[in-house]
């Protein structure tokens, strides 16, 4: 059975006593580097978020430069898609004009020649039919 006297008292003031000493060498540091190990958790936290941050910025600076990069590009494209396009129907209209000119010159050569031509024929054909009137009666015509 329990009994209650002094011991009690010494039983009590020891577990005082001894709360004081753990407090002091053992739960005061314990709790201290828990609390900067909280804190240094926290900033890199912070820092972590601080970077994440940072390169959702960059990474969006980056992409709109891209996309301007891209559209530079494409309307630089475009111009000399449109320059080309002028330098062939220019080219295309000169071959045109130089191949129509080219065409005209012959064509009045053909109508030169055939003119020729046909004086010819026509001078030849009287000699020609008369030959052949002359072979066919076998005599000469007068």
């Known amino acids: 059975m329990i009994s209650v006297d002094w011991t009690l008292g010494l039983q009590f003031l020891n577990f005082i006593i001894l709360l004081i ?3 002091k060498l053992l739960y005061r540091p314990l709790k201290k580097i828990i609390d900067e190990r909280r804190e240094t958790i926290s900033s890199s936290h912070a820092a972590a ?17 891209l996309n301007e990069a891209r559209n530079q590009a ?10 080309a396009s002028e330098e062939e129907a220019r080219i295309l209209a000169d071959a045109h004009g130089k191949a129509t000119s080219r065409l005209q010159v012959i064509k009045s050569q053909v109508a030169n020649e055939a003119d020729g031509a046909s004086k ?14 002359t072979k066919i009666l076998g005599r000469e015509l007068a």
Do not use: F, P, V, W
């Not at 978020?49 to 430069?65: F, G, S, T, V």
């Not at 630089?76 to 320059?83: G, Y």
């Not at 010819?120 to 030959?131: M, V």
């Open 21 to 23: 000493i753990l407090n």
């Open 120 to 133: 010819t024929l026509k001078s030849e054909a009287k000699s020609l039919a008369g030959q052949i009137a």
């Open 49 to 65: 978020k601080n970077l994440e941050a940072d390169i959702d910025e960059k990474m969006q600076r980056y992409q709109q430069q």
């Open 74 to 83: 494409n309307e630089a494209r475009n111009k000399l898609k449109k320059a």
